[in-house]
């Protein structure tokens, strides 16, 4: 049985406050000395996770911006991906609405609702707001898919999610801001075509595994063979009920690295 693993990255394989993975160093390295495939799944933009494969030294597909695209690099382990289309250095799997068609909806909520997304900030700002360092609240800003947000009045989010799914986007709720993204898109929707392009290139018996932290995880962890909720930093856990739901005992790169390393326990011992 070869294992398969999703991961979030922010509040989970990334700490919520300083962004770090230093924690999870024990997993990171026997996830890439076994050569499990880690497909990073996250509200980060394409720019965002190359540059974190590059510093942890993955090079495995990804899905962007709460599952608006899978990105497989090119020649990856040989594969043939048939619903893909080649933009060099990937051939890309898109699922959900491009950013010009979101930005423009965006605008037209913007007065009703007193909404400012990250189109409307600089990179200053979204520093400010994120806690990311400038060079990657740089590298945040630039969308592809989806449109994060702050609004003065969060209980107006059922109202806009109402007219957005009535004009084909629909709103969730991440760690820190909410997003505004195609409806027909999300995380489960995302790993479950990634699953199915590994298992059709593999065929190979997958045991899934999943790691997430918050609302918009939901969807991903359910897709899964085994589910790994990871608490906030207050040590609460996001309200998700599965039948065979797993929550770390930490949060973030600790909780991740404590989660993994014992799954890679049971199944290397």
């Known amino acids: 049985m070869n294992l398969l693993i999703f991961t979030d990255l922010d509040g989970t394989l990334l700490n919520h406050g300083d962004y770090s993975h230093g924690e999870a160093e024990e997993g990171l390295a026997r996830i890439r000395s076994r050569q499990i495939p880690l497909v990073f799944t996250s509200s980060k933009t394409r720019r965002e996770i190359e540059r974190l494969q590059e510093v942890l030294g993955i090079r495995d597909p990804f899905i962007v911006e709460n599952g608006a695209a899978i990105f497989f690099p090119d020649g990856y382990r040989g594969f043939r991906i048939p619903a893909g289309v080649r933009v060099p250095p990937y051939t890309i799997v898109r699922l959900g609405s491009n950013y010009v068609e ?13 909404l400012i997304g990250f189109g409307d900030l600089s990179a200053e700002e979204i520093e400010l707001l994120s806690g990311l ?21 969060e209980t107006r989010i059922p109202e806009m999610d109402r007219i957005a799914l009535s004009d084909g986007f629909k709103i ?3 760690g820190r801001f909410f997003h505004l993204t195609g409806a027909q898109q999300d995380k ?3 790993v479950r075509l990634c699953v199915s392009i590994f298992s059709q290139n593999t065929g190979d ?6 790691l997430g932290d918050s609302a918009n995880d939901i969807s991903m962890l359910k897709r899964v063979d085994i589910p790994i909720l990871i608490p906030h930093p207050d040590g609460s ?5 599965l039948l065979n739901l797993k929550k770390a005992p930490h949060p973030g790169s600790r909780g991740w690295n404590h989660a993994v390393v014992e799954i890679l ?3 290397e011992g």
């Not at 060079?135 to 449109?147: D, I, N, S, V, W």
């Not at 856990?237 to 009920?241: G, K, L, P, Q, T």
């Open 172 to 174: 969730t709720s991440g």
């Open 205 to 210: 018996g997958l045991l899934t595994i999943g």
């Open 133 to 153: 360092p400038l060079e990657q609240a740089a590298l945040a800003k630039e969308r592809e898919f989806t449109e994060p947000f702050i609004i003065d009045d």
């Open 188 to 190: 489960g929707r995302a």
């Open 237 to 241: 856990f996001e309200d998700i009920e």
């Open 265 to 267: 326990n049971r199944f």
């Open 102 to 114: 979101i930005k423009r909806f965006a605008c037209r909520l913007k007065k009703r609702f007193h």
